[in-house]
């Protein structure tokens, strides 16, 4: 099993910035990508972005390209989720993903473990 713990999340005002992070340990050998993704009260759970672990490529929600950037520590398997010029509908709980075999899915039933959530939440 890996864990995953996040943090970073808080309060900001539109056009603002964060950055979350996102601490994994356990049995991170077996990991062919991380992600985030977000819930909105009254919401489903919706993809943001994840990258694969070895090679860095990147995939975005359409919602946050251009305005969100996520990158990774190898050497302290954490990943990163940089938000700038936030915007009021960003307002979720953000969770981190793993997943540990390839594919190219975008639901979150296609990851295998899940941190417990950070709260962001921007104002207008």
């Known amino acids: 099993q890996v864990q995953l713990v996040e943090s970073g999340g808080g309060l900001v005002q539109a056009g603002g910035s964060l950055r979350l992070s996102c601490a994994a340990s356990?049995?991170?050998?077996?990991?062919?990508?991380m992600g985030w993704f977000r819930q909105a009260p009254g919401k489903e759970r919706e993809f943001v972005t994840f990258?694969?672990?070895?090679?860095?490529?990147?995939y975005y929600a359409d919602s946050v390209k251009g305005r969100f950037t996520i990158s990774k520590d190898n050497a302290n398997n954490t990943v990163y989720l940089q938000m700038n010029s936030l915007k009021p509908e960003d307002t979720a709980v953000y969770y981190c993903?793993?997943?540990?075999?390839?594919?190219?899915?975008?639901?979150?039933?296609?990851?295998?473990?899940w941190g417990q959530g950070t709260q962001v939440t921007v104002s207008s």
């Open positions: 990258i694969v672990w070895s090679s860095g490529t990147t």
């Open positions: 356990g049995r991170t050998f077996i990991r062919y990508a």
């Open positions: 993903a793993v997943r540990k075999y390839y594919s190219g899915s975008r639901y979150p039933t296609s990851f295998d473990s």
